[in-house]
T-cell receptor
Framework: KAGVTQTPRYLIKTRGQQVTLSCSPISGHRSVSWYQQTPGQGLQFLFEYFSETQRNKGNFPGRFSGRQFSNSRSEMNVSTLELGDSALYLC???????????????FGQGTRLTVV | GNSVTQMEGPVTLSEEAFLTINCTYTATGYPSLFWYVQYPGEGLQLLLKATKADDKGSNKGFEATYRKETTSFHLEKGSVQVSDSAVYFCALTSNFGNEKLTFGTGTRLTIIP
């Protein structure tokens, strides 16, 4: 089956602009999570969506937002970009069956965002 | 809150050497534990997992045992290959009704022929 698809793979934006990243999860997966990966901070959790609802949120400013559509596809948006937002943004999808054992997360290849 | 402490790298080994990458965790309740691997230019791939105490996860010659008494999940492989060169991440989920993964800092492994 098709894996997790993230688009675009690479982006270059100017400070102050906004950006939207897209993630298409594996068919049948209802949970989509987003992570930011930087050399200095490592992998940090941004938020998780399950059945179109944000279920958990990391410690990021309000400039970072997301949403999930009825087909489980997800987008994340970063407004008023800062140089420090340059990172690899990873999306992970999982079955997300709710309470109980967390299910296996499958990651996309990521979107490399560079802010200049 | 949850946290994962992972052996700092980089680690360089000769082919066929024995590998250990240490991982310890802090979490409430009974977390699930994972090892992910990241190859250059790629996302993360699940290497192995364990969902309860004393479980052993294994895959591709790698093994890790969920040790609740020492809150550890060390990754081992008996004979590494050049193709094992990658960055390895230890991670956990709290199983409290969400899928959030908490990651360690990652260990870069380089295998020399």
């Amino acid at each position: 089956k098709a894996g997790v698809t993230q688009t675009p793979r690479y982006l270059i934006k100017t400070r102050g602009q906004q950006v939207t990243l897209s993630c298409s999860p594996i068919s049948g997966h209802r949970s989509v999570s987003w992570y930011q990966q930087t050399p200095g901070q490592g992998l940090q959790f941004l938020f998780e969506y399950f059945s179109e609802t944000q279920r958990n949120k990391g410690n990021f400013p309000g400039r970072f937002s997301g949403r999930q559509f009825s087909n489980s596809r997800s987008e994340m948006n970063v407004s008023t970009l800062e140089l420090g937002d340059s990172a690899l943004y990873l999306c992970a999808s999982s079955l997300g069956q709710g309470a109980g054992r967390a299910t296996e997360a499958f990651f996309g290849q990521g979107t490399r965002l560079t802010v200049v | 809150g949850n946290s994962v402490t992972q052996m700092e790298g980089p680690v360089t080994l000769s082919e066929e050497a024995f590998l250990t990458i240490n991982c310890t965790y802090t979490a409430t309740g009974y977390p699930s534990l994972f090892w992910y691997v990241q190859y250059p230019g790629e996302g993360l791939q699940l290497l192995l997992k364990a969902t309860k105490a004393d479980d052993k996860g294994s895959n591709k010659g790698f093994e890790a045992t969920y040790r609740k008494e020492t809150t550890s999940f060390h990754l081992e492989k008996g004979s590494v290959q050049v193709s094992d060169s990658a960055v390895y991440f230890c991670a956990l989920t709290s199983n409290f009704g969400n899928e959030k993964l908490t990651f360690g800092t990652g260990t870069r492994l380089t295998i020399i022929p």
